[in-house]
């Protein structure tokens, strides 16, 4: 099955900086990818995916790289906020036959100092 | 917005006892999930659903089992809670394959067993 390692596990940045998350897959017939972030006392909620056929997306101060050669994808944020502080999830999911089953990353603490 | 809601925020039982957990959704989804989170392992699935009586194994069932008699329900059953089983637990649903690929997650339940 789908195997998703995650790094770094804990993330210290200072506000205004950059932070990237990254993540490895180990099922090449793997094709969505989403982040999630969990928040305190809350549950995970989606903030961007990507799909195989795309190399890149952005949504304002977030993006996600896909390098499907190399089966790694990462989670760019820039001018990091101390809103942004939560734990963050990579996942990887094969879209044919899987019902919507994700595999997840073990996960990211992102601390950012005001 | 969707909502997906879960019975208990805290549970405290005891090892033995027949544990249920309870997620509800107000969204038609057909697909819903049961995970386990742990520090360090990330999102784990246990049990799945895409539909009204169906089920399939995770990649961690073992001592646990489920129930969908209503479409909007998905229950979590531990029929001999076990100290190991102390975990965070969140429920999740989704569209139809085809239709969304993003899973909503409830607040979670904590629970432990003594």
């Known amino acids: 099955g789908e195997n998703v390692e995650q790094h770094p596990s804990t993330l210290s940045v200072q506000e205004g900086d950059s932070a990237v998350i990254k993540c490895t897959y180990s099922d090449s017939a793997s094709n969505y990818f989403p982040w999630y972030k969990q928040e305190l006392g809350k549950g995970p909620q989606l903030i961007i995916d990507?799909?195989?056929?795309?190399g890149e997306k952005k949504d304002q101060r977030i993006a996600v790289t896909l390098n499907k050669t190399a089966k790694h994808f990462s989670l760019h944020i820039t001018e990091t906020q101390p809103e942004d502080s939560a734990v963050y999830f990579c996942a990887a999911k094969r879209q044919s036959g899987s019902y919507g089953k994700l595999t997840f990353g073990q996960g990211t603490i992102l601390t950012v100092h005001p | 917005d969707v909502k997906v809601t879960q019975s208990s925020r805290y549970l405290v039982k005891r090892t033995g006892e027949k544990v249920f957990l309870e997620c509800v959704q107000d969204?038609?989804?057909?697909?819903m999930f049961w995970y386990r989170q742990d520090p360090g392992l990330g999102l784990r699935l246990i049990y799945f659903s895409y539909d009204v009586k169906m089920k399939e194994k995770g990649d961690i069932p073992e001592g646990y089992s489920v129930s969908r008699e209503k479409k909007e329900r998905f229950s979590l059953i531990l029929e001999s809670a076990s100290t190991n089983q102390t975990s965070m637990y969140l429920c999740?649903?989704?569209?139809?394959?085809?239709?969304?690929?993003?899973?909503?997650f409830g607040p979670g339940t904590r629970l432990t067993v003594l």
């Open positions: 990507i799909r195989s056929n795309v």
């Open positions: 999740a649903s989704s569209p139809s394959t085809g239709a969304g690929d993003t899973q909503y």
């Open positions: 969204m038609d989804h057909e697909n």
